[in-house]
């Protein structure tokens, strides 16, 4: 008798994904594609539930990087004032202020290319003074060594984000001043520490959808697929190359965003996939499209990093129309 025929289960996370089938997930009809991953996101989360993540710049402008996106590189004449590591009282009063507007996890990013040892003692009473509110915390300071890491993580830290952007092939259009393998190496040091990984990229740089398939395989094929995986679209910064570049030739379309969101739930199934960047650029109707498909976790509070968000208004009523709530904290798969 022959034995019957099974099929690997589609909501199971793999790390043996081949680039040609991320690439057909990307060619799929529309709506079978969102169909699988709002299919995928309901066996391991509640699809009416959002992750909430505020965001605040503990020291913004004047990197040493040359992300051709990026507001706060010193490469590029974007108008942005630099500004030093800001003092822990003032960190503190804002988490305090996104906590009551409801954030449960407070990213604090800083414009450096690496984290310098003689900052890392405020950083760390930041993380600290964060986690004692109750909120989760997460930081971003550029390439990390081992043993920072495992500072980070003694001071409370619960999430690095650290992005890969976009894919290895694209990567020197974007930036040239640190490598990939750069990249994946601080990734390592925050896993080896214990520290749960946020780490994602950008849409819409002028990359093709090969590019976008690369670069999701790159993160389904991490040791460890990413805790959080952001996916943002490129939020156009006049004065910086890419952002000069967009402007002229066009933003991504909605729809390909939309198919992103979705292998991206499809290829790493227990991400809290974040909607980040761009939001305030995007209609309800596609905000609600990136939820059915898979997208559950969102940037609150009126700012990113240096450029808008939506208002506290604009997102309750949303969520509200939307029938959503915000997820139970420590929910994450
Ligand atoms: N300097 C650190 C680093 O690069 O890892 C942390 C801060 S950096 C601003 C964090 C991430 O924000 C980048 O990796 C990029 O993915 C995203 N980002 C920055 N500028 C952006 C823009 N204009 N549009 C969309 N995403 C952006
Ligand atoms: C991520 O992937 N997006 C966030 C967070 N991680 C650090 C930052 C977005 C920054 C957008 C541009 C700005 O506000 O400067
Ligand atoms: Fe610096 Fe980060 Fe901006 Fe790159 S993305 S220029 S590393 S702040």
């Not at 099929?7 to 057909?24: N, V, Y």
């Not at 706060?72 to 590591?85: D, I, N, V």
């Not at 650029?281 to 976790?297: K, V």
Request: charge should be negative.
């Amino acid at each position: 008798m022959n034995a019957p025929v099974r099929f690997a289960d589609p909501a199971l996370p793999r790390h043996d994904w081949t680039r040609d089938e991320i690439e057909a997930l990307f060619d799929l009809p529309f709506t079978e594609l969102v169909f699988r991953a709002a299919s995928v996101h309901r066996r391991w989360f509640d699809p009416t539930e959002l992750q909430l993540s505020q965001l605040l710049s503990v020291k913004t402008g004047g990197c040493a990087e040359n992300c051709g996106y990026c507001s706060q590189s010193a490469f590029f004449k974007t108008g942005l004032k630099a500004e030093k590591l800001m003092e822990l009282d003032e960190v503190l009063a804002a988490a305090k202020k996104a906590q009551d507007g409801g954030a449960q996890r407070f990213c604090m990013g800083a414009a450096w290319r690496d984290l310098k040892d003689r900052d890392l003692p405020r950083v760390a009473e930041m993380i600290t003074g964060v986690k004692a509110l109750g909120l989760e915390t997460c930081v971003t300071l550029g390439m990390l060594k081992a043993e920072q890491a495992v500072a980070l993580k003694d001071a409370g830290l619960d999430y690095y984000n650290h992005n890969l952007d976009t894919s290895p092939e694209y990567y020197a259009q974007v930036v040239t001043t640190r490598t990939y393998d750069d990249r994946l190496d601080t990734l390592q040091h925050v896993r080896d520490a214990g520290i749960s990984t946020c780490c994602g990229g950008i849409v819409g740089m002028g990359e093709s959808r090969v590019d976008r398939a690369s670069f999701l395989h790159q993160l389904a094929t991490l040791p460890v697929h990413p805790d959080s995986l952001p996916v943002n679209a490129l939020v156009p910064i006049a004065g910086t190359p890419l952002g000069d570049k967009v402007n002229r030739d066009g933003e991504i379309d909605p729809i390909e965003f939309v198919r992103t969101v979705a292998v991206a739930r499809l290829v790493c199934p227990k991400s809290m996939v974040r909607l980040s960047a761009g939001r305030d650029d995007m209609s309800r109707e596609t905000q609600a499209l990136c939820f059915l498909a898979g997208a559950n976790s969102i940037f609150i509070g009126g700012k990113l990093l240096t450029t808008p968000l939506p208002g506290q208004d604009e997102d309750s009523l949303l969520l509200k129309d939307l029938g959503m709530r915000p997820m139970a904290m420590g929910a994450s798969a």
